[in-house]
């Protein structure tokens, strides 16, 4: 099934996220592409509990917060979030559309596509131990948990920030899980940490300090070597691995899109925020342009002037008048408070 659309937006953080809303204001629909399973992009992925100061309004919020708040910003846009998909082919169709497609298959026909991918789509780091790739899929997985499905088994968490260590809480309701981390801090969320320390306490969740060296398969993957700082190997037995050792950013198939680059990042016209591509526009950390910024305010500026350019695009003979949402009736329509 392929989606007909007036946009695409690729990448669902605080930029994208804003877009949604910009052009929601203009009365144009568009859907939104993310490579993680979450929205919120590095802002929830890679400091979610950090402050966050330089948001007009706001004196402090956190990334968390902040996508808390422009997720009910959008709410009244409806726009669908298409999440753990990597947008992998954009072609130009020969009526000025593009077809693009995801890695889940996805397929979309969209007049518009805007690129706010941050400094591109976020991949799992994966453990770097010869001869595990055989597993990988089956019993070595990346970020996402299944508490259902691994019921009853044991587990092995490797990783010590906020994704392992709610991960680890997740599947010891109902499995057998030892948590590995290379140091026996964490880099966590307090609340995170009192609880899993907690479990530890109390005999639910083991904890073993160390790095993973080698491993037993019989043929399938039986144990796991751990290297402790003292030098001694212990041996644990597991059913299933969860690598949670964050994530990195890469252009992946971005690169391919026969965009202008400079330096990884796509040159934009300051005035549209346009690519060399028409029809496709580039807001946030991705894009680059005389006097560029990668500030979140200004990433929202360039969202707003991007959606008034698309306007005239996907409406042609309509001149777009600039409304206040003070005032504008048909604002307050479209965002439910009439």
Same mark, same amino acid.
């Given at each position: 099934? *392929?989606?007909? #659309?007036?946009?695409? =937006?690729?990448g @669902?953080?605080p !930029? $994208?996220?804003?877009?949604?809303?910009? /052009?929601?204001?203009?009365?144009?629909?568009?859907?939104?592409?993310?490579?993680?399973p979450?929205?919120?992009g590095q802002?929830?992925?890679?400091?979610?509990?950090?402050?966050?100061?330089?948001?007009?309004?706001?004196?402090?919020?956190?990334?968390?917060?902040?996508t808390?708040?422009?997720?009910?910003?959008?709410?009244?846009?409806?726009?669908?979030?298409?999440?753990?998909?990597?947008v992998?082919?954009?072609?130009?169709?020969t009526?000025?559309?593009?077809?693009?497609a995801?890695?889940?298959g *996805?397929?979309? #026909?969209?007049?518009? =596509?805007?690129? @706010?991918?941050? !400094? $591109?789509a976020f991949?799992p780091?994966? /453990?770097?131990l010869?001869?595990?790739?055989?597993?990988?899929?089956?019993?070595?997985?990346?970020?996402?948990?299944?508490?259902?499905?691994?019921?009853?088994?044991?587990?092995?968490?490797?990783?010590?920030?906020?994704?392992a260590?709610?991960?680890?809480?997740?599947?010891?309701?109902?499995?057998?899980?030892?948590?590995?981390?290379?140091r026996?801090?964490f880099?966590?969320?307090?609340?995170?940490?009192?609880?899993?320390?907690?479990?530890?306490?109390?005999?639910?969740?083991?904890?073993?300090v160390?790095?993973?060296?080698?491993?037993?398969?019989?043929?399938r993957?039986?144990?796991?070597?751990?290297?402790t700082?003292?030098?001694?190997?212990?041996?644990?037995?597991?059913d299933?691995?969860?690598?949670?050792?964050?994530?990195?950013p890469?252009?992946?198939?971005?690169?391919?899109?026969?965009?202008?680059?400079?330096?990884?990042?796509?040159?934009?016209?300051?005035?549209?925020?346009?690519?060399?591509?028409?029809?496709?526009?580039?807001?946030?950390?991705?894009?680059?342009?005389?006097?560029?910024?990668?500030?979140i305010?200004?990433?929202?500026?360039?969202?707003?002037?991007?959606?008034h350019?698309?306007?005239?695009?996907?409406?042609?003979e309509?001149?777009?008048?600039?409304?206040?949402?003070?005032?504008?009736?048909?604002?307050?329509?479209?965002?439910?408070?009439?």
């Amino acid at each position: 099934m *392929t989606i007909e #659309i007036q946009a695409l =937006i690729i990448g @669902a953080g605080p !930029v $994208g996220l804003f877009q949604v809303f910009q /052009l929601g204001l203009l009365e144009i629909n568009a859907h939104v592409v993310d490579a993680l399973p979450h929205p919120g992009g590095q802002c929830v992925q890679l400091y979610p509990d950090k402050p966050i100061y330089d948001i007009p309004a706001l004196p402090a919020t956190t990334g968390r917060d902040l996508t808390d708040l422009l997720l009910k910003q959008i709410a009244p846009f409806s726009a669908p979030l298409h999440l753990g998909q990597e947008v992998t082919t954009v072609q130009p169709r020969t009526d000025g559309r593009f077809d693009v497609a995801t890695s889940t298959g *996805t397929q979309f #026909i969209t007049q518009t =596509i805007f690129i @706010a991918a941050g !400094v $591109g789509a976020f991949a799992p780091r994966k /453990l770097k131990l010869e001869g595990m790739e055989p597993f990988e899929g089956s019993q070595v997985h990346h970020t996402t948990a299944q508490p259902g499905a691994w019921a009853g088994q044991r587990v092995v968490v490797l990783g010590g920030d906020d994704a392992a260590l709610e991960a680890a809480l997740q599947l010891a309701e109902n499995s057998q899980v030892t948590l590995v981390h290379r140091r026996a801090a964490f880099d966590a969320a307090e609340p995170t940490q009192a609880a899993v320390q907690a479990l530890i306490a109390a005999g639910r969740l083991q904890f073993v300090v160390g790095q993973i060296t080698g491993f037993e398969s019989a043929p399938r993957l039986a144990a796991l070597h751990i290297t402790t700082p003292d030098n001694t190997t212990q041996t644990i037995p597991l059913d299933h691995l969860l690598v949670c050792l964050g994530l990195s950013p890469k252009l992946g198939p971005l690169s391919t899109w026969g965009l202008d680059m400079q330096r990884k990042q796509l040159q934009v016209s300051p005035e549209t925020f346009a690519t060399s591509t028409p029809g496709i526009f580039a807001v946030g950390d991705i894009n680059t342009y005389p006097g560029k910024k990668k500030l979140i305010l200004c990433g929202f500026h360039e969202a707003t002037l991007a959606a008034h350019a698309a306007a005239a695009l996907i409406y042609p003979e309509q001149k777009v008048p600039l409304q206040y949402t003070t005032t504008s009736l048909r604002l307050h329509q479209l965002l439910g408070v009439a």
